[in-house]
């Protein structure tokens, strides 16, 4: 126990669980936006599937 608060203390100074939280929080947020990454374009192909090509409005999906 004694080890994990020296490196707790070491990478996030006087707020060790401030840190731990924040990084939980940002490696989810991480994994959930390569989630959605995959889910949009498979959404994104969807929308050629039965349909010509011109009837795809790929700007938005390029600002989305």
Known sequence: M??????A???GGAHP????FLFVGGFTLTEWTMT???WFLGYWGSKYEGRDESQVDVPLFVLL
Do not use: A, E, I, V
Request: no cysteine; aromatic share 32%.
């Open 2 to 7: 004694r080890s994990f608060k020296l490196l």
């Open 9 to 11: 203390n070491g990478l």
């Open 17 to 20: 669980f401030l840190f731990f």
């Open 36 to 38: 959605f990454q995959t």
